[in-house]
């Protein structure tokens, strides 16, 4: 990092135009690209007390001569922690476009709302690029982040597009999102007041300088215990003030990031726990139509490297606990990435042999009448043939497996399951919800 001194610097702060340069100097080899413009450009906010650099909030200064800095020293903390994010550009999640795309609770809105305004962005005739060069007032970064280098679109049936960004930037921009949350709840109180009280953790003003800003919120996530275990989904959910309990907790998935959502099992209506917005779109199946399910690649994330994190979570549901299994689109998956992984064909690649074609797994009836459901594992695209079925498999051989599997793969997770606890469960789990458009973002 550069450790010059920076033009217009006075007792550790900088002007905004020096940040600004500060700030691409900085970042300039960071694998989440950055933008000019992130003090002075929309959707910065100076004035009102704070910029979002990534998932850190700087404050501002105002000068008596009525000019606004910030503290270098913090512009290099939020530089340090950007340049630490690892990006996997094939990890994608999806952002949009999504028709049924949950809302936010009245007064819980932010000014960030960056899945929002790139939806909005990209549903311009003219498209980022023409924003870009011309549309001065719109917004030209998030965060600090210059989202369009790291956007990819995709094109589903020749006609609609979607829009994907690697993972690791969903869950930054995400965390940029919380903690702007943060900030702005503990403004309000001083808003209303006839005098703002001297924040504590920022730096002393010198002469006649005075902030304008609050402290900023330096508690993190509470960890997620079990305190909704056992709670219907259907009952939480319209309590008033479950989306502010949600936020204060952590991912019970990856304990890293906020959580976002109060993920639930459709199938038994039971709350699993709150997860963040990047866990709850890798959980979710990659549904082609109803009953149809393409098996990407975080399945191996699911099945393979963080198994025991995921299996515990879908073991939150009690129904899907005292039964020992999965819901249908989860078994389904893990049905074709894992029991079936030994009869995928190969096809030689440079460095040895790779699985060849793309593997999907579709079922015909109902996890509602065990002795009627059957699974088809297939691989499309497979050069021995288009369509090539590898398995058939009923729902009850499929469930016998994964108990099998389940015992060997996560003990733990195994010994608190069982047929004795069924008391109190639905007597016929409820139908999987169909999404043959692929538009929810919460379904599983």
Known sequence: MSERVMPGRTDGLITLGAADALWVDLTADSAVPTASGAFTRSPARARVGYVLLGGHVVATVRGSGGRWSVPEAEVRRAAAELNAVRVDRRDLVRIGPFRGAPGQEGGEETPLRWRRRIAEEL????????????????????AGVDWRRMLVEQTRDGTRRTWWLPRAVVMLLDAAEHTETRWVRAARPRRAGEA?????SRPRDAGSRRTTSPEIPTAPPRPYGRELEGQL???????PGTSRRVAGWACAVCRAAPAAVLDHC??????RAPVCQSCNTQERPDHLYGNDIRVANRYTRLFDTDTDDWLRHWHRCPGCRARTTLPLPHLAAWTAHTACRSLRPTHRAPGGRKPCGVLRVSWTGSQNAPRSCLLTVAVDFCPSGEHRVLARIPYREAAERFRVWLTETAPAVAAAAGPDRLDGLPARP???????DGEGLALF
């Open 123 to 142: 549903r311009d005739p003219g498209g980022p690029e023409r924003t870009a060069r011309h549309d001065v007032g719109r917004p030209h970064h998030l």
């Open 196 to 200: 703002p009280a001297e924040p504590t």
């Open 233 to 239: 989904y259907s009952v939480l959910s319209r309590k």
């Open 266 to 271: 459709h199938e038994h209506g039971y709350v």
């Open 430 to 436: 409820r139908p999987v919800i169909a999404d043959s």
